[in-house]
């Protein structure tokens, strides 16, 4: 049976991966056995994807990215080039530490920009947008632009990728889209109609 998939002939597969179809591996990378790739995904040069890993639909992942074992992407993921997922809290070279990889969660639509650091544990909420050479520490909310090292929230993003302003009723309306967005309680969803 012929593949979905494309790989370029320096890509490693390993036997027992799930990979979707319309996806494509490009130069080099390693994609081992157990993982789980959605299709229309377009995996970089130099990636490794490890066992266990799962990658929703139409996630881009840029060159020199590490997915480490304890990694969930849903749908619509964007890893920039040479971000960082950790897997392990306390690590040492001495200790083993398998079997206790942390999962981090990385929710629909999320854009984690080049150089970012993802310490293992932290949920990052739908449509968040990780700042460029970002070191994120904690839990991020839905929608949440955070940037810096440690990472801080310095504002809102639309699913388009557009900083958010808004209103004093709370409103904003993404610029290139028009859809709209209520900020409640410190939270934001986007509102229908």
């Given at each position: 049976m012929e593949k979905e998939y494309f790989a370029h002939e320096t890509a490693v597969i390993d036997e027992n991966c799930s990979i979707g179809k319309g996806t494509k591996i490009w130069h080099f990378s390693h994609i081992?056995?157990?993982c789980k790739i959605g299709k229309g995904c377009n995996i970089g040069q130099n990636v490794v994807v490890s066992p266990g890993v799962v990658l929703g639909n139409n996630v881009k992942i840029q060159n020199n990215v590490s997915v480490y074992t304890g990694v969930i992407c849903e749908d619509d993921v964007f890893l920039g080039p040479s971000m960082v997922f950790t897997n392990v809290v306390n690590?040492?070279?001495?200790?083993?530490?398998?079997?206790?990889y942390v999962e981090t969660l990385v929710k629909k639509g999320v854009s984690i920009g080049a150089n970012a650091t993802i310490v293992c544990g932290?949920?990052?909420?739908e449509y968040a947008f990780i700042?460029?050479?970002?070191?994120?520490t904690k839990e991020v909310a839905p929608y949440?632009?955070?940037?810096?090292?440690?990472?801080?929230q310095t504002g809102w993003m639309s699913e388009y990728g557009h900083k958010l302003e808004f209103n004093k009723n709370g409103i904003a309306i993404c610029p290139e889209s028009k859809e709209k967005y209520k900020l409640t309680n410190g939270s934001v969803s986007k509102m229908s109609g």
């Open positions: 081992m056995s157990g690590p040492r070279s001495a200790v083993n530490r398998r079997g206790q932290h949920p990052i909420g700042g460029a050479g970002a070191v994120v949440a632009l955070v940037i810096g090292n440690p990472a801080k």
